[in-house]
């Protein structure tokens, strides 16, 4: 049992690039969410899902994008990345909403 | 406007000593919930605990404790007979009914705990 899957590791982009964090559950979970990790800040909610082909905004959802086409899988993609988007970044599951497993995190960094 | 405070940035102790993490919160909601989260050096977080407001029941899990008590707004987790695996980054964090199930948690900014041998 996997559990929650993030890919890559890590990761350096040039500002003004675009890519995409890989996440998948293997878990049949319905919620999904991403956060960002910053120093001194815990983390804050980037965008959520509650199933499949339904998405929503967190508290910093602007430069990202989000789509949820299967229940395994919920992409995150930086548009145009920027020095401000240099965190980590976390992927999380859960079955009910209460319990969140979380994935083992993507270190970014834009230079 | 929902807040965690973690006012101890890190904590270090021996081996065997007995560790507290403060928490304060604050809320407008009647009904919320609490949590706390072991971020280790591997990076994952690990679900510790979740605690609703209207349970005020102090929790004791092997080495872990929690003491929950609304009136001062606080959710402190003790270790006790702390051991080097303990050694992680230590979240607190805050959700309301209708947000905690998309997974938005007021996090505080957490507290590092290093355990020397």
């Known amino acids: 049992n996997a559990g929650v899957t993030q890919t890559p590791k890590f990761q350096v982009l040039k500002t003004g690039q675009s890519m995409t964090l890989q996440c998948a559950q293997d878990m049949n979970h319905e919620y999904m969410s991403w956060y960002r990790q910053d120093p001194g800040m815990g983390l804050r909610l980037i965008h959520y899902s509650v199933g499949a082909g339904i998405t929503d905004q967190g508290e910093v959802p602007n430069g990202y994008n989000v789509s949820r086409s299967t229940t395994e899988d919920f992409p995150l993609r930086l548009l145009s990345a920027a020095p401000s988007q240099t965190s980590v970044y976390f992927c999380a599951s859960s079955s009910t909403g209460i319990r969140y497993t979380f994935g083992s995190g993507t270190r970014l960094t834009v230079v | 406007a929902q807040k965690v405070t973690q006012a101890q940035t890190e904590i270090s102790v021996v081996e065997k000593e007995d560790v507290t993490l403060d928490c304060v919160y604050e809320t407008r909601d009647t009904t919320y919930y609490l949590f706390w989260y072991k971020q280790p050096p591997s990076g994952e977080l690990v679900f510790l605990i979740r605690?609703?407001?209207?349970?005020?029941q102090n929790e004791i899990s092997g080495r872990y404790s929690w003491n929950f008590q609304k009136s001062t707004s606080s959710f402190n987790f003790t270790i006790t007979a702390s051991q080097v695996v303990d050694s992680a980054v230590y979240f607190c964090a805050l959700s309301d009914p209708l947000s905690d199930s998309w997974g938005k948690f007021q996090f505080g900014a957490g507290t590092q705990v290093v355990v020397t041998p």
């Open positions: 605690r609703n407001s209207f349970d005020e």
